[in-house]
């Protein structure tokens, strides 16, 4: 390997990425930084964190670094894939895979690495058991579940047994690991019977775990021993039994323990339960207590109740069917052991000798508990028996001494308890059944180095050096194996044997020898076996002596050096117990002691099949010899049986590695891990496997992997195999680094990394050259897009400097015209200014000189003006001082005037005429109120009046239309009296009507007149009771808008509820009923197997006696002795025995019913054999007779016969008649209520009298023929002998007298039979008459009642309600007495059509038994013309829709219809025939009123349907068929049931077809579960059809070719457990599987299933295609990459297109496929930023947070182009789905069945119409 990797300098160059060895991490990453030359003695390296390093090379152990793989590689699922296998790429791809996607197991080869989480995973689940069942290892990511698969298929497909070896060191989950191997074994293999082996398997891990396991500084559930499970399978793989092997029990751990350890877990167990009651004859306490479980000073484990796992382990030992009173005496003997450890014993003075007290109270109870003598068990705890060739003597023991004895004797009490609870588990697992094969399971210790080694770890690591060269030789077969099956040259590959360190520890004097040697010495010691090591084996490569020690010795395991520790070797093998304390417990009083302790014979102890190797194994037969073999002789021999019966097994590997010491869940110590992958030979494997060829690839991959780096001409060749050969040879140039293959191309290790660097390097040069020419092209387009612009710019420029120059000019020459015109302006204005100023001084100074003549003027005015003003005012104020002195004066004056005036009219106010004066005014206008009130009150009382008359006017008009109505009631029909009533009610109504119009208008009137007079005072409080009235309803309207509001809520919310409650109530039916029906089939299995069992090896039992009536329905209604077949019935008793068929109900029904049917047919037989001797006696006298006699005498017979006939035909009719015109002249009477009763009572009694007559009838027809015929016989023989014999006529006379007279008498009676049953009739017909006229006056009371009531609440009312309540009284009674004679009518018409039914079939019965009794009378005679006259009396009818049949062909219909029928026989006519054909069969036996025949035929249907599925349970298109027919015959039985729900869409023929007699709505029920049962069937089949198509097609082919990429695969993608040679194709296409979802719908279609029924199951279907497609997604890594996204999404889009192609959209089956649809998208979209995160998380509603978590994790890069997803994105998406509820399941239920609903669809078909075809050979079906 070194040389290899020196001459591969060309690889070491800068950006190379390598491993260089570190103390702390163990393996480091770098990179080269500089290309590396032949020679150097450096290597320039850089560090992950940037820094640099100068790797010395050449030096002393230094070479080369090892290369590292490409990232494509890391996180591979199996170790082999990788291009460079080495220790580091091992380490770093585990920890990869460990931490970053929380993988535990992994692949190693043939080696399962499984990695401790320390945390409880959801990937042990049923349905993960369910995805890796039937699975191709190396097709699923790595699982325990696929190891366990991978065995349990090699065990079925090459008949050979298994192992699954399980090994680590303590705390790497070990037991774990196996407990899950044996749980997918218990549910994949259960047991095909009830004895539930597989719980009994698994029920044994807590009872092994409480008495075996303990915790450890490494393990707080730590297994103490090894143990082989051998799970037993039958024939057809179902477990049937299981036995265990335990290997080397850790005794010493009963009476020690280390510092934080803990002893077994029973113990602490039994203590945490001490304070039970049944328990306290135990005497314990705490734990802490006793000496044995407090020495590791913590007696408790966090996070276990030991009380709690005390119950499961008694629950354990009563599911293995240990008896109560062994667990008690179990837990006694380990509760006597804990008091065994607390016993003090006191040294003597002399120090030699010592006694224990005699009040000890633990000796006591351990005494007491083993049923042993204290004093004897007291006296030999200190003294011993030594025995010499002459005589036998007692020594005393040191306290030291009886120490160690009692703790030998406790642990050879548990080692021998030990040993009996695994016996008694392996004989409740055992069975008597033939074992086909087996799978074992292999818990077993992994190598151990600890800072003192001791025996138990030189026991340990020798197993494992046995189990190592075990594993080194498989693996190395193997590989041979491989090699010779591709034919490539082979040659040796040289790898670790270590069979020289196994020599060296059991080859003849080797270290187990020299130990046992030294044993037998009776003074041997330690020290004298170390040296006879040293001397014997210091020669050996394998064996080294310590420098500094004399007492130990080291070992060169294949893992690691050991050195061991010689102390306590010699005890420890011999493990010695003193003979005298064994016989003292033998001696027990308790059975089970005793028992423990005897000796066993020698053939048992040589059996090959010893359910257990134990530790210590006594047999005190000679003297001082309590052992013949040692402990590591016994030790030896069951690890050579163990290597026997691995090495005739299968071997699987499962290697456990601990990641820390510190149980972190989730962290990874990469030293820790390296010792043990050294340990347990995962290097090896790799180092092995790198030696040959570890790159393996088949031509197809190869060519699509590595095809870019073929040339153009090579893509054209055909012959793929020839392209690879020939790249290779241009590729690699040394032939030795790789070899051809039969199938695949075998590389040495870093040729496929060299491969890869080439297409690295191909990608990458065609990305730069893609890369330049899109660059190029880019500034091209660049350069184009400034050239362009920069035109466009110049053009622009110039073109705005001409427009600036021109504008410039323009506003030079506007400059110049605005200057000229400016100064044009500017002279004008100052021009002008300067006239003005001349004009305006001008105009100032003439105004100044006319202004001063003015204000002289205008002083002058002002001074007149003011001289006016001031005289006049002068003269005002004097005018006013004398007019205010007579205005006073005139004031007093007027104010004494008033004050008289004001007193005299006091005086007068206080006057009566004077309050008159004030009334007249108010007297008047009250006078005129009252006239105008009186005046109205008259005219209210005219009208009044006038409406009295009206209304008596009406009234009489009412009586005159009632007097009429009662004529034309009994002159005219129904029809004409509705029409009439109708027409009356309508003229009276309008009348009413016009009445109340003119009332309210008179009240309007009177009501407004005297309401103005209020008005005002009342105007105000309306108002305000509006206002307040408006309010209080708009409350009430808000109100009301916010309760419907919440209504609606709340009801749109209970409407989604009661939805979901009732498909999951439905879902949780049909579950029931699938379990039902998985019962049934169980119990059927179940009889077979016992008929196959008691009956003789040629016989087979018909499916129709292998189980009863009562089985297989549920019939309340169904009578058993009515159903069955009763030929079987019979062949069973005679096989089975009288007695035995007894035990069946139903089979004893059938018996009876066949007996009496045997009865009647042999008294048929007896009747006609007598007859027929009879006429063989008189056929000689017969042939005198003329033969127009005889002729005569039957015409005469059959017109008698006929005439009667017609006779009582005639009555018949005329009683009809009678019943219908009594009944029309009863419905015209008044009293409704009374026609009826009378009607219906009439109609009984002329029925029960019709009925009775025509019984009558019969009897005498009977009698009269028999008497005819006998009397014509007589006659005849009369005849005979007058002619013959006439002396010895009066011999002969008085007998026939004497038969005349007996003759007359029987007729006599006769007639008075028939008197008395007349009589009889006549007395109930008389009471009956008398019960319907009290019923009749009963009814009158109560009309008489109620007409009382009414007259008295009439009288009470006012005129005007008196008039409307009669109306409205008179309106009531007509519409009730039209009701009532509708219905009436209804009834009569339902009465007619049953009497006419029922006197058919009366017709029809009597003439069957006449025709039968014609044809009885006549066979013999042999007269044709007899059947002739039977069948004309047949007339011809209408076809009515219906099949009749007789009883006795029914077994026939249901054979030809149901058992024997195919669906290809009635493809061409109408879908569902036979349903058709059978409800028209049940409608016949409905419409003669025949239950027995309804029920039987029903029921074996039935029965029949479910016999044909049984047979049929794997055929598609049988159940399809018979699932169209049974609900075709469920609707059939609704449509034509009669209830109004289902005739809605009826034709009136169809109505008429519907069932008369029979409810069958349980049958209904019965059919409904039935079609659920056979549609769960019908799911299984195309389940089990699509299953091996849907992860092929959905993710492995290649609907978009060369999308998908390939990587290099490992051991397990190479060496599947199916081998394919090539001849078929081993994968399905997408289009294969539409092709047969397009078949099973044809098929559905086709068979006329409802399109609802369909929908349902596509719908099921795209549902287990969607969970078994997400499922092998989360669980195969190797699949989730963004191509697989891609032909996922484009695989459902063609699902999706197929559903609309087949108008299938409202099935909702594409919404099954959402959650598919939606990782494919996760697949697809970026994970890098926060926002992606958020944009997944509202992008996947369907997945929940584990599964989104999962494909993350899961998602792997095809190429370098592509880049991981980082643990940080997953953590955020973790923390945004945090809230989600979402459950912790991780896959989905593949097996979840969706509620099925058969919703009604009725048929158009007319059943008239319907044509049988003759290929059903139904020709004795009759169309009636």
């Known amino acids: 390997m070194s040389e290899r990797r020196m001459g591969d300098f060309h690889l070491y160059v800068k950006y190379t990425r390598v491993w260089i060895p570190d103390p702390e991490d163990v393996w480091k990453a770098a990179e080269i930084t500089r290309d590396y030359k032949e020679g150097e003695h450096i290597l320039h390296l850089k560090l992950e964190d940037e820094s640099p390093l100068e790797y010395p090379i050449g030096a002393k152990d230094k070479t080369l670094p090892l290369l590292r793989n490409p990232d494509i590689l890391v996180g591979e699922n199996d170790l082999t894939a990788l291009s460079y296998l080495h220790e580091p790429a091992v380490l770093h791809n585990l920890k990869v895979r460990f931490l970053e996607s929380n993988h535990i197991y992994t692949y190693c080869g043939i080696v399962l690495v499984a990695i401790n989480p320390y945390e409880q995973l959801q990937i042990y689940g049923e349905e993960v058991i369910n995805a890796y069942t039937g699975q191709n290892m190396g097709d699923m990511d790595p699982h325990i579940f696929a190891v366990a698969e991978e065995a349990y298929k090699q065990m079925a497909r090459d008949e050979r047994n298994q192992s699954i070896i399980v090994s680590g060191e303590s705390g790497a989950g070990k037991t774990v690991s196996a407990k899950y191997a044996m749980r997918f074994f218990a549910t994949v293999g259960g047991s095909a019977s009830d004895t539930n082996v597989e719980e009994k398997v698994l029920a044994s891990n807590p009872i092994m775990e409480a008495i075996g396991n303990a915790k450890t500084t490494r393990n707080d559930n730590s297994s103490r021993f090894g143990k082989y499970i051998q799970i037993g399978f039958s024939r057809h793989y179902h477990i049937i039994g299981a036995n265990m092997r335990t290997y080397l029990l850790e005794k010493s751990r009963v009476v020690f323990q280390a510092e934080d350890e803990r002893n077994y877990h029973i113990f602490y167990q039994l203590c945490a339960s001490a304070s039970l009651s049944e328990f306290k004859e135990l005497d314990l306490t705490s734990a802490e207590d006793f000496t044995y479980t407090s020495l590791g000073e ?213 270290i187990l020898d020299l130990l046992d040697e030294e044993c037998k010495v009776p003074k041997g010691t330690e020290k004298n076996w170390a040296q006879k090591l040293y001397k014997q084996h210091s020669s050996s490569v394998h064996f080294q002596k310590p420098r500094m020690s004399n007492m130990s010795f080291i070992i060169i395991h294949f893992a690691d050096k050991v050195e061991y520790q010689c102390e306590g070797f010699l005890e420890k093998n011999r493990d010695t117990v003193y003979e005298e304390q064994i016989n003292i417990l033998k001696a027990s009083e308790f059975q089970l002691v005793a028992d423990l302790f005897q000796e066993k014979g020698a053939g048992t102890s040589a059996k090959s099949s010893r359910v257990n190797v134990r530790a210590a194994k006594t047999s005190p037969k000679a003297p001082n010899r309590e052992h013949k073999k040692t402990v590591g002789h016994q030790f030896r021999s069951s690890l050579h049986l163990l290597m026997d019966t691995l090495n005739a097994t299968t071997p699987h590997y499962v290697r456990c590695i601990k990641p820390n010491d510190v149980k972190e869940s989730f962290s990874f110590d990469s030293s820790r891990a390296v010792q043990q992958l050294r340990a347990c030979g995962v290097l090896e494997t790799i180092r092995i496997s790198a030696a040959g060829y570890p790159s393996r690839w088949t031509y197809p991959d190869f060519f699509s992997r590595y095809r870019v780096l073929m040339k153009k001409s090579d893509m054209a060749i055909a012959d793929k195999k020839l392209v690879c050969k020939n790249l290779l040879e241009t590729l690699i140039k040394e032939p030795d680094m790789y070899q051809f293959g039969k199938t695949k191309i075998f590389f040495r290790a870093g040729q496929v990394a060299y491969l890869e660097k080439l297409r690295t390097d191909r990608f990458r040069a065609a990305c730069i050259k893609i890369q330049k020419t899109v660059r190029g092209w880019l500034q091209r387009v660049r350069y184009r897009k400034i050239r362009r612009t920069a035109i466009a710019l110049q053009r622009y420029g110039r073109g705005y400097l001409a427009r600036r120059h021109a504008e410039q000019l323009r506003l030079t020459r506007a400059a110049i015209i605005c200057q000229k015109q400016y100064r044009m302006v500017r002279e004008r204005r100052a021009y002008l200014r300067v006239r003005k100023a001349a004009v305006t001084i001008q105009a100032y100074t003439r105004g100044m000189n006319t202004r001063k003549i003015y204000k002289e003027f205008l002083l002058h005015h002002k001074a007149m003006i003011i001289q006016r003003y001031a005289r006049g005012w002068l003269d005002r104020m004097k005018f006013k001082k004398a007019r205010n002195a007579a205005i006073v004066i005139q004031c007093a004056y007027r104010c004494v005037l008033a004050k008289r005036e004001f007193k005299q009219l006091k005086i007068e106010a206080r006057s009566a005429q004077h309050l008159k004066k004030l009334n007249s005014g108010m007297e008047n206008k009250i006078v005129q109120l009252q006239r105008k009130m009186d005046d109205q009150s008259k005219e209210l009382k005219s009208q009044n009046e006038q409406l009295s008359v009206t209304n008596v006017s009406l009234g009489t008009e009412l009586t005159k239309l009632q007097k009429a109505l009662e004529k034309v009631h009994n002159q005219k029909g129904n029809g004409n009296q509705l029409t009439s009533l109708q027409d009356e009610l309508e003229k009276l109504r309008a009348q009413l009507q016009e009445a109340h119009a003119q009332r309210k208008l008179q009240e309007e009137e009177h009501n407004s007149e005297k309401l103005g007079l209020k008005q005002r005072v009342e105007e105000l409080e309306r108002e305000n009771s509006i206002l307040k009235n408006e309010k209080e ?248 002998i007058e002619i013959n014999n006439v002396p010895d006529l009066n011999n002969s006379k008085e007998p026939i007298d004497k038969e005349d007279a007996l003759k007359a008498y029987h007729g006599l009676c006769e007639s008075k039979k028939l008197l008395e049953t007349q009589l009889q009739n006549r007395s109930r017909q008389h009471k009956d008459e008398l019960e319907a006229l009290h019923t009749q006056i009963e009814l009158l009371k109560v009309d008489l009642e109620k007409k009382q009531e009414i007259l008295n609440h009439t009288l009470s009312l006012s005129p005007e309600a008196q008039v409307e309540y009669t109306v409205q009284v008179e309106i009531t009674r007509l519409t009730n007495d039209n009701l009532d004679l509708k219905e009436l009518v209804e009834k009569l018409e339902k009465n007619e059509k049953k009497l006419k039914k029922q006197l058919r079939i009366y017709m029809k019965k009597v003439q069957e038994l006449e025709a039968s009794q014609a044809a009885a009378v006549h066979t013999t005679r042999a007269r044709p013309e007899l059947a002739r006259q039977v069948t004309l009396q047949r007339k011809e009818k209408d076809f009515e829709g219906m099949l009749e049949y007789y009883k006795e062909d029914e077994a026939q219909l249901v054979k030809n219809l149901i058992t024997d029928i195919k669906p290809s026989a009635v493809s061409a006519t109408v879908p569902c025939l036979p349903a058709y054909i059978l409800f028209m069969c049940i409608r016949h036996a409905d419409y003669i009123n025949n239950d027995q025949k309804v029920e039987s035929l029903l029921t074996s249907t039935i029965n029949a349907i479910k016999k044909v599925l049984k047979k049929n349970n794997e055929d598609f298109e049988m159940t399809s068929f018979w699932l169209a027919n049974s609900s075709r015959l469920l609707h059939c039985l609704k449509q034509y049931s009669g209830d109004e729900v289902f005739m809605t869409q009826n034709t009136s023929k169809q109505n008429e077809h519907c069932l008369k007699n029979f409810d069958l709505a349980e049958y209904r029920q019965v059919l409904s579960d039935l079609s659920i049962q056979i549609y769960q069937q019908l799911i299984k089949v195309a389940e089990g059809i699509i299953q091996p198509m849907i992860v092929s097609a959905m993710l492995e082919s290649e609907s978009i070719p060369s999308l998908a990429g390939v990587k290099p695969m490992g051991y397990r993608n190479r060496s599947s457990s199916v081998d394919h040679d090539g001849t078929g194709p081993t994968s399905y296409t997408l289009e294969a599987l539409i092709r047969q979802l397009g078949q099973f719908h044809t098929i559905m279609r086709d068979h006329g299933l409802d399109p609802e029924i369909v929908g349902q199951v596509i719908r099921q279907l795209f549902n287990s295609i969607d969970s078994v497609t997400l499922n092998n997604l989360l669980l195969r890594k190797d699949i989730c990459s963004w191509s697989t996204g891609m032909q996922l999404r484009y695989n459902t889009s063609q699902m999706e297109e197929w559903l ?80 989600r509820n979402d459950p912790a399941q991780l896959l989905m239920d593949t097996k979840h069945m969706f509620p099925v609903l058969f919703p009604f669809t009725p048929s158009a078909l007319s059943l008239e119409t319907l044509h049988i075809p003759a290929n059903l050979s139904l020709d004795f079906l009759i169309r009636v």
């Not at 007491?368 to 005589?391: P, Y």
């Not at 069975?431 to 025996?455: H, M, P, R």
């Not at 068929?1141 to 047919?1161: G, H, T, Y």
């Not at 697809?1724 to 997944?1736: F, R």
């Open 298 to 510: 913590n007696i408790f484990i966090e996070g276990v109740d030991d009380a709690e796992d005390f119950e499961k382990t008694r629950e354990a030992f009563t599911l293995l069917g240990i008896k109560e009173s062994n667990q008690s005496s179990i837990f006694k003997i380990m509760a006597s052991i804990l008091h065994l450890g607390n016993v003090e014993i006191c040294s003597e003075r002399d120090g030699e000798s010592c006694h224990i007290s005699k009040d000890d109270h633990h000796l006591k109870v351990f005494c007491r508990l083993l049923g042993v003598e204290l004093q004897q068990m007291e006296h030999w705890l200190c003294n011993r028996k030594l025995v010499t060739a002459t005589e036998t003597y007692v020594k005393n023991m040191s306290t030291k001494q009886s120490a160690n004895a009692r703790d030998a004797l406790a642990k050879h009490i548990y080692a021998r308890m030990f040993d009996w609870i695994v016996e008694h588990i392996n004989m409740a697992l055992h069975t008597s059944s033939k074992q086909n094969s087996f799978i074992g399971v292999l818990d077993i210790y992994g190598f151990e180095t600890f800072e003192v080694n001791s025996f138990e770890q030189f026991c340990i690591n020798y197993a494992n050096e046995k189990l190592q060269q075990q594993f080194n030789s498989h693996v190395f077969k193997l590989e041979q194996e491989e090699y010779m099956k591709e034919q490539i040259p082979w040659t040796l590959i040289d790898f670790c044997d270590n069979q020289p360190c196994i020599n060296l520890i059991e080859a003849k004097l080797g």
């Open 1033 to 1280: 309803e708009i409350n009430q309207k808000i109100l009301k808008h916010t309760k419907s509001t919440e209504d609606q809520e709340n009801s749109a919310v209970q409407k989604v509820s009661l939805e979901h409650e009732l498909d999951d109530e439905r879902q949780r039916y049909q579950t029931l009923l699938k379990e039902c029906s998985r019962l049934e089939q169980r119990y059927d299995n179940l009889k077979e197997e016992v008929s196959l069992s008691k009956f003789q090896p040629g016989h087979r039992r018909n499916e129709s006696n292998q189980s009863s009536l009562g089985s297989d329905s549920n019939y309340p209604s169904v009578s058993n002795s009515e159903v069955g077949d009763t030929e079987d019935s019979i062949q069973l008793v005679e096989e089975m025995g009288i007695e035995k068929a007894a035990m069946d109900i139903s089979l004893f029904m059938k018996l009876q019913k066949r007996v009496r049917e045997l009865e009647q047919e042999r008294k048929r037989l007896q009747s006609s054999q007598d007859k027929m001797e009879e006429l063989a006696k008189l056929k000689g006298h017969e042939s005198r007779i003329p033969t127009c006699e005889e002729e005569s005498a039957d015409l005469a017979y059959n017109s008698l016969k006929r005439q009667e006939l017609e006779s009582e035909n005639k009555k018949l009719k005329n009683d009809l008649n009678e019943l219908r015109k009594t009944i029309a002249n009863r419905a015209s009477q008044n009293n409704a209520s009374n026609e009826l009763q009378d009607g219906y009572n009439l109609l009984l009694s002329q029925l029960k009298a019709a009925s009775e007559e025509l019984e009558a009838r019969k009897e005498e027809v009977l009698i009269l023929r028999t008497q005819i015929v006998s009397t014509a016989q007589h006659q005849e023989m009369n005849n005979h």
């Open 1700 to 1779: 609309r192609g087949n108008n299938l959209t409202q099935s909702k089956a594409a919404v099954t496929l959402e959650p598919i649809i939606q990782a494919a998208q996760l697949l697809q979209v970026k994970k890098k930023t926060s926002q992606d995160a958020e944009a997944i998380c509202s992008l996947c509603t369907a997945l929940t947070m584990q599964q989104i978590v999962k494909i993350l994790n899961l998602y792997t890069p095809l190429n370098e182009f592509e880049e991981r997803v980082t643990v940080s994105f997953i953590r955020n998406i973790q923390n945004i789905l945090q809230e």
